[in-house]
T-cell receptor, first 110, second 115 residues
Framework: GQNIDQPTEMTATEGAIVQINCTYQ??????LFWYQQHAGEAPTFLSY????GLEEKGRFSSFLSRSKGYSYLLLKELQMKDSASYLC???????????FGKGTTLSVSS | DTGVSQDPRHKITKRGQNVTFRCDPI?????LYWYRQTLGQGPEFLTY????????KSRLLSDRFSAERPKGSFSTLEIQRTEQGDSAMYLC?????????????FGPGTRLTVT
């Protein structure tokens, strides 16, 4: 089976750094994704990790440890517009569709 | 590249009615996916097309649901005899089997409310 766990809610202040964790159990592994979803909008792609390590992309970085079934999304220099739901996802066993976690709602305050 | 579009954006229907949603993927994308998302949950996979072939269906896709992609371009998702539990956001996504094949682009969704 496949299971993806992430915290339901997190809060942070503008300018701070926040780390959103995700643990996963998958039948086979074909990559780990992070998507951002603002309320009422479509998910937008943030990152894809298939190898262990940290990948940095501007203010956002994503980390993967395949041996631990663990990933995190790191957001630096938080801005109010970063308030959104952050979805952790992995490919299904066929490597086609995405299996999503429930999402972490991040609230950034001034 | 105009992005993935979905129509309608909102649909209110009475229980027992049939509804049909349309998705137009990014033009050069040969893969198309349907997901369903309820409040406070992540999207749940429903079905997957490569070109016109429906290659994968989730157990969530009961026999009241049918999806087509007749010419390998746009797709439709029909729900027959709607139930209140069908109320959700229906998301369409597309990707290419070439290049960044892992990146799925989502449309704005169709929000269905069954009364």
């Amino acid at each position: 089976g496949q299971n993806i766990d992430q915290p339901t809610e997190m809060t942070a202040t503008e300018g701070a750094i926040v780390q959103i964790n995700c643990t996963y159990q998958t039948s086979g592994f074909n990559g780990l994704f992070w998507y951002q979803q603002h309320a009422g909008e479509a998910p937008t792609f943030l990152s894809y990790n298939v190898l262990d390590g940290l990948e940095e992309k501007g203010r956002f970085s994503s980390f993967l440890s395949r041996s631990k079934g663990y990933s995190y999304l790191l957001l630096k220099e938080l801005q109010m517009k970063d308030s959104a739901s952050y979805l952790c996802a992995a490919f299904n066993q066929a490597g086609t569709a995405l299996i999503f976690g429930k999402g972490t709602t991040l609230s950034v305050s001034s | 590249d105009t992005g993935v579009s979905q129509d309608p954006r909102h649909k209110i229907t009475k229980r027992g009615q049939n509804v049909t949603f349309r998705c137009d993927p990014i033009s050069e994308h040969n893969r198309l996916y349907w997901y369903r998302q309820t409040l406070g949950q992540g999207p749940e996979f429903l079905t997957y097309f490569q070109n016109e072939a429906q290659l994968e269906k989730s157990r969530l896709l009961s026999d009241r649901f049918s999806a087509e992609r007749p010419k390998g371009s746009f797709s439709t998702l029909e729900i027959q005899r709607t139930e209140q539990g069908d109320s959700a956001m229906y998301l369409c996504a597309s990707s290419s089997s070439a290049g960044r094949a892992y990146e799925q682009y989502f449309g704005p969704g169709t929000r269905l409310t069954v009364t």
